[in-house]
């Protein structure tokens, strides 16, 4: 998003982007809503206690996988 903001303070940003690459206002929405669950989650369990549950790793890897694709796909398609 070319700023120094944490994940959680880049939702206006990451809504203005998808949006201006055609992406469904339903998806969008989808998006900022899940990023809110996984930054609480990682603030959580992860930055202030680092107490992450180990059967959630797996999940959380693979959704920071997701969401970062998503976004190359997306600047790299329009």
């Known amino acids: 998003m070319h700023n120094s903001k944490s994940l959680e303070n ?3 940003s990451l809504g ?5 690459r055609d992406t469904s ?11 809110d669950y996984y930054s609480k ?10 107490n992450v549950i180990q059967d959630e790793l797996e999940l959380m890897v693979n959704l920071t996988s ?3 694709q998503f976004l190359i796909n ?4 329009n």
């Open 66 to 68: 997701t969401f970062i």
């Open 10 to 12: 880049q939702k206006d």
């Open 16 to 20: 203005a982007f998808l949006k201006q």
């Open 25 to 35: 206002k339903e998806l969008c929405n989808m998006y900022c809503a899940i990023i």
């Open 41 to 50: 989650y990682q603030n959580t369990f992860i930055k202030h206690n680092d």
């Open 74 to 77: 997306k600047n790299i398609s």
